[in-house]
């Protein structure tokens, strides 16, 4: 399995990005989508994720601002990321996991730099 993210870039604060991410090279749905981040100098975490079934989980930080969604026929996951913050400036990274493997994946991560 191969997650191809995009949609990165520069934006201002207060501006909106949304991120993709793909999944190719299996035909089962991608039970668990979401993305992670990690900004320099700090451990990678959770910014939001969505199961299969649409059952949504947010990081605190970006609740109200942060909308993770999917569309389970093209095993792809979106972020839409509004009211960006500096603090949100980080590479993000799509993940995806499959139940029947039992096997995590990453894509190679986009950057989001939100400048003040």
């Known amino acids: 399995v191969q997650l191809q993210a995009s949609g990165g870039g520069l934006v201002q604060a207060g501006e909106s990005l949304r991120l993709s991410c793909a999944a190719s090279?299996?035909?089962?749905?991608?039970?668990?989508m979401g993305w992670y981040r990690q900004a320099p100098g700090k451990q990678r975490e959770l910014v939001a994720q969505?199961?299969?079934?649409?059952?949504?989980d947010y990081a605190d930080s970006v609740k109200g601002r942060f909308t993770i969604s999917r569309d389970n026929a093209k095993n792809t996951v979106y972020l839409q990321m509004n009211s960006l913050k500096s603090e949100d400036t980080a590479v993000y990274y799509c993940?995806?996991?499959?139940?029947?493997?039992?096997?995590?994946?990453w894509g190679k991560g986009t950057q989001v730099t939100v400048s003040s």
């Open positions: 993940h995806g996991y499959l139940l029947l493997e039992g096997m995590d994946y």
């Open positions: 090279g299996t035909t089962f749905i991608i039970n668990l």
């Open positions: 969505i199961s299969s079934t649409g059952v949504t």
